[in-house]
């Protein structure tokens, strides 16, 4: 083999050197690239270092072509050449940008060229071609096999096969739609809330350059929220409109404009880039969705298929003149919200499409739709996504379809990168370079008991099935998928650092006391999505209510009657380990750094109660009011709680507990600020017990409190003194706090976020904004805004 390789390359060395004098070559103007080349982490020796010419890395043809098995050829009566195998040819004009691969003229951005008499090929061009990867590093350029592809679905029939084989594998939710839905497919949306570790940032915009960020989970990753702001217009998605507010000064806002939308179209979440607003929205198609589709084949399905269904629609908008506010473009792809990412320029955008396996299945006259995809910088109408462009992951349930999109918002103009899985996903995690997408499997083994006739349920196998993305300006390439034991939490529960996936999960139910009994576990993945090591079954009998991974170490909140805080090292990906925890009553739902050593949890405190239920005395945990703790974590080996903050009473909330977009945090300032929905019990019954409760065996059970307050609580932390209330912020009047019920108040003056603005903090609610100082809380402006408004879309 070794002496055919060396022949093989002696001969396509001694080909492309016998015209190589016909031709000048422009080598001289060459830069060296200084990088040795590997394959499969084998060194190649090469005729010479690759070159980087205009910006591209061109590389020795004859060693190329020897990795992947192609034959070098000179085209007859030409100086053109050729490198091809069974599936793929290149020909290349020395001296010329424009390569052919099969029958596409593609532009390679730089001419090939000869050096020493040999060809040299632009790089990423014959890797793309030839189905190979390549990262650069500081010395060298590794290229490596591509995946093997996902398979295509092809045709309506094979979808129905896959569908039906596998109808044991699939997600509780996805049967249970299934059923319900039948012969309707309309679907009803929802938003998911859903390292480098984040923290809000500050950019230089002309105004303001001391501003917050929204709380993200990795830093130069943004997430969508309802608010913006880029420190000179706070933009907030508001009743179905989008209102861009002048918050200069802020003692006299303004509001600078309103994008209003049609009924069909319900705005979610935004993005601020630049001069560009980027809205996600659901649309609720009925008459629009279909009345543009130009292809006859979907014409034909709409006795199939109900006029109303919900897409995912992102909208481009230029904001450059906030008096001139521009649409520039609109991407559409059918299917529920499930989130989005935004690295740099490039916007990744993610649906679940539910689809109706009973027609599917069962219906053999009809045939359910292919999902529908739109993009108005290629053409206003409707696309039917071809079956042979559908692909799907093995072995995994195939009750949806995941249609992705990627715009790059540099270029307005450019093709949307749309593609379509069968598939789903539940939660998704984005590092820079990677995406990944996590759902649930949900698998129960029968057995014939034999005390029974039927057959019953006696161990429910759950994992969770992971698709990894690779990102590049708008780009998504599939390039792996993995499973781990166990079902995860939310996209906290994920995470990658230094080349490897890191992930939390919890296997079992926690109310059972036998073998499938819950336990919590901890899993590390190679790039590949390999297992390289675990740590399994802590706290058993306990679920996982939150996780920050941070570096080489992971930080573990379970809980049952107790929180145990577990830490766990990292360091050695082959060998995770618990390296200390502490227990304390209550737990919490989310996990900030403060610091490298100390981390700030909010959650709910909670009470352990005794009950007895006749034949035995149970031990029950009651949740109380909102908690807010600071954890040391400086010795690993015996974390400590510093300090905690107890707000409210049994059924006090906050939307910190389920989003942590909600939080407000700056470490320099001293901030630390949130919205509460705060419960409080009489004062003449702050025990907690629940005096209308007679039996023997509920009488400690802690009563609810009634409503009281709803707004922001605002904090100064630091390590010396721990939480400090500066002060609240309500939108609410009094006379609102007395008509309000148990739990019901005007909801549009529900304040839901807070950001900063220079020295002052802005609270927001849909009837509201309101301008305080951010030292004393002294109100310095407000701005109303009115339910119904006669603006311009």
């Not at 793929?88 to 004009?93: I, K, V």
């Not at 000064?249 to 509001?255: F, H, Q, V």
């Not at 897409?311 to 991407?331: F, G, H, P, Q, W």
């Not at 400086?634 to 400590?640: M, R």
Request: a negative charge.
């Amino acid at each position: 083999m070794r002496k055919a390789l060396v022949i093989s390359l002696l001969a396509a060395s001694l080909l492309l050197s016998a015209w190589a004098d016909n031709y000048i070559s422009p080598a001289a103007y060459a830069d060296k690239a200084d990088k040795t080349l590997t394959y499969e982490g084998k060194t190649i020796p090469l005729t010479f270092a690759p070159l980087l010419v205009d910006g591209v890395l061109l590389a020795p043809l004859p060693e190329l072509a020897a990795m992947v098995g192609a034959e070098v050829t000179q085209v007859a009566f030409s100086r053109q050449i050729t490198v091809s195998n069974s599936l793929t040819r290149l020909t290349f004009t020395p001296g010329s940008a424009f390569v052919t691969r099969n029958d596409e003229r593609l532009n390679a951005g730089t001419a090939s060229l000869y050096k020493a008499g040999v060809f040299a090929v632009p790089l990423a061009l014959f890797c793309e071609s030839f189905g190979l990867e390549y990262s650069i590093g500081a010395d060298q350029i590794s290229l490596s096999k591509a995946p093997t592809p996902l398979p295509v679905v092809g045709s309506y029939a094979n979808l129905k096969n896959l569908v039906k084989n596998s109808q044991g594998n699939q997600p509780e939710y996805a049967l249970k739609f299934s059923r319900e839905l039948e012969t309707v497919t309309t679907m009803n949306s929802s938003s998911t809330s859903t390292s480098k570790e984040a923290s809000a940032s500050a950019v230089d915009t002309g105004g303001s350059s001391d501003y917050s960020a929204t709380n993200v989970q990795v830093a130069g990753v943004d997430e969508a929220d309802i608010v913006k702001t880029d420190g000179n217009y706070i933009y907030q998605v508001n009743q179905q409109r989008i209102a861009i507010i002048s918050t200069t000064p802020g003692t006299d806002m303004k509001l600078a404009s309103m994008i209003s939308f049609e009924q069909r179209i319900s705005p979610q979440e935004l993005y601020v880039d630049g001069d560009s607003l980027v809205v996600i929205a659901e649309s609720y198609q009925e008459q629009a969705f279909n009345s543009s589709v130009q292809d006859p084949a979907i014409q034909s399905k709409r006795r199939i298929l109900p006029l109303n269904t919900s897409a995912t629609l992102a909208i481009v908008y230029d904001i450059s003149d906030k008096n001139k506010i521009l649409k520039v473009r609109e991407v559409e792809i059918q299917g529920n919200y499930l989130t989005s990412r935004k690295v740099g320029s490039a916007l990744y955008l993610i649906a679940n499409q539910y689809l109706n396996t009973y027609q599917i299945l069962e219906n053999n006259k009809a045939e359910e739709p292919a999902p529908l995809i739109r993009d108005t910088a290629v053409s206003p109408n409707y696309t039917s996504v071809d079956y042979r462009k559908i692909y799907y992951f093995p072995n995994s349930p195939k009750s949806s379809y995941l249609n992705i999109a990627g715009i790059d918002l540099s270029k307005p103009q450019a093709k949307a990168n749309i593609q379509t899985y069968l598939g789903a996903g539940e939660n998704v995690y984005a590092s820079l370079e990677n995406l990944y997408v996590a759902i649930g499997a949900y698998s129960t083994k029968v057995t014939d008991q034999t005390t029974n006739d039927s057959l019953l349920p006696v161990n429910d196998e759950t994992s969770t099935v992971l698709y990894k993305f690779s990102l590049d300006n708008g780009t998504m390439k599939y390039t792996t998928q993995g499973k781990v034991p166990g079902t995860i939490l939310n996209q906290y529960s994920m995470d990658e650092h230094d080349g490897f996936f890191r992930i939390a999960t919890t296997k079992g139910d926690m109310w059972r006391d036998d073998a499938n009994t819950s336990k919590n576990n901890v899993y590390v993945l190679d790039s590949a999505l390999k297992l390289t090591g675990k740590l399994e079954d802590l706290a058993p009998g306990e679920k996982i209510y939150s996780v920050r991974f941070m570096g080489k170490r992971a930080y573990m909140v379970t809980f049952k009657q107790v929180d145990p805080l577990f830490v766990i090292d990292l360091t050695l990906p082959e060998e995770p380990k618990v390296l200390g925890k502490l227990k304390i009553p209550g737990y919490s739902d989310y996990l900030h750094p403060y610091d490298e050593t100390h981390i700030i949890g909010s959650g709910k405190e909670a009470t352990e109660l005794s009950v007895d239920n006749g034949d035995k005395a149970t031990t029950m945990a009651y949740y109380q009011g909102m908690k807010l703790a600071m954890f040391d974590v400086s010795d690993v080996n015996n974390p400590k709680e510093m300090f905690k903050e107890v707000i409210g009473d049994r059924g006090t909330d906050s939307p910190l507990l389920s989003d942590h977009k909600a939080l407000l945090f700056n470490k320099e300032k001293n901030l630390l600020a949130f919205p509460v929905n705060r419960l409080d019990l009489p004062k003449a019954d702050q025990n907690g017990s629940n005096a209308a409760v007679s039996a023997e065996a509920s009488a400690a059970i802690p009563q609810y409190g009634t409503f009281a307050f709803q707004g922001a609580y605002v904090y100064k932390v630091d390590l010396e003194h721990g939480f400090q209330l500066k002060g609240t912020i309500t939108h609410l009047s009094s006379e609102d706090v007395l008509k309000a019920g148990q739990f019901g108040y005007d909801y549009t003056k529900t304040i839901d976020r807070l950001l900063y603005i220079g020295n002052t903090l802005y609270t927001l609610s849909q009837s509201e904004i309101r301008a305080s100082n951010l030292q004393t809380l002294q109100q310095t402006g407000s701005l109303m805004i009115e339910k119904k408004l006669n603006n311009n879309k």
